[in-house]
């Protein structure tokens, strides 16, 4: 065994699994093209496999090594243990991203609300979750021109709203301030288009 390879099955597992990890990227591309032709779809995909992907790498890169750490094992709990404390939300983030991909929660291009903020999702990362405002101080359905982001971690415990998930319009009201006094017959005339009796349509002259 060379001195400067102390552990042959690790490194070399290692630097095969982030080789095969690295070209298993381009591989959403591929079957999300194959497998749906709506955009929207082949972006959960495409981020679910990747996601898989990260998360699998990571524990076999861990197992690989954890044999070669027996000793201190009682040290590396209480790291572990305080890391874990230390990195609560983004470890919150990632699962939250599987979970997103995994339950068909949400993709880009939906609207959706999420502790009393509302935008249209442009992207889903590891870590947070981009949405285009809409609403704030810009009345109803107008975009805010703020980007919002949201970590990913504010999945768990918040109820998520989504407003086009399985229908291709937004559900809004229009309100009329229309009161007793009135005239009806003019606001009717002015919400069907409808040309008042006296008025005559002007006549085409000839070319």
């Known amino acids: 065994m060379?001195?400067?390879?102390?552990?042959?099955?690790?490194?070399?597992g290692t630097a095969t699994t982030i080789a095969v990890a690295a070209l298993l990227y381009a591989a959403p591309m591929i079957v999300s093209k194959r497998s749906s032709k709506d955009e929207?779809?082949?972006?959960?995909?495409?981020?679910?496999?990747t996601t898989v992907v990260v998360f699998?790498?990571?524990?076999?890169?861990?197992?690989?090594?954890?044999?070669t750490l027996k000793?201190?094992?009682?040290f590396l709990g209480l790291l572990g243990a305080g890391l874990a404390v230390a990195l609560r939300e983004p470890l919150l983030s990632l699962a939250a991203r599987l979970a997103i991909f995994t339950g068909h929660i949400f993709t880009a291009g939906d609207r959706i609300e999420i502790q009393h903020m509302t935008g249209?999702?442009?992207d889903v990362g590891f870590v947070y979750t981009r949405m285009l405002e809409i609403g704030s101080w810009i009345g109803r359905v107008q975009y805010s021109g703020r980007l919002l982001l949201l970590p990913n971690s504010a999945l768990f415990g918040s109820p998520i709203?989504?407003?086009t998930q399985y229908l291709s319009c937004i559900w809004d009201e229009v309100r009329l301030?229309?009161?007793y006094?009135?005239?009806?017959?003019?606001a009717i005339r002015i919400l069907t288009g409808r040309r008042r009796v006296h008025e005559r349509v002007p006549e085409r002259r000839a070319a």
Request: hydrophobic share 50%; proline share 8%; net charge negative.
């Open 2 to 12: 060379p001195r400067w390879l102390p552990d042959p099955v690790a490194v070399i």
């Open 40 to 49: 929207r779809e082949r972006y959960r995909l495409r981020n679910f496999f």
């Open 56 to 67: 699998v790498a990571a524990a076999i890169i861990v197992f690989l090594w954890a044999h």
């Open 71 to 74: 000793e201190k094992g009682t």
């Open 120 to 122: 249209d999702v442009i």
């Open 161 to 163: 709203l989504n407003y």
């Open 177 to 179: 301030p229309i009161t």
């Open 181 to 186: 006094d009135s005239n009806l017959e003019e």
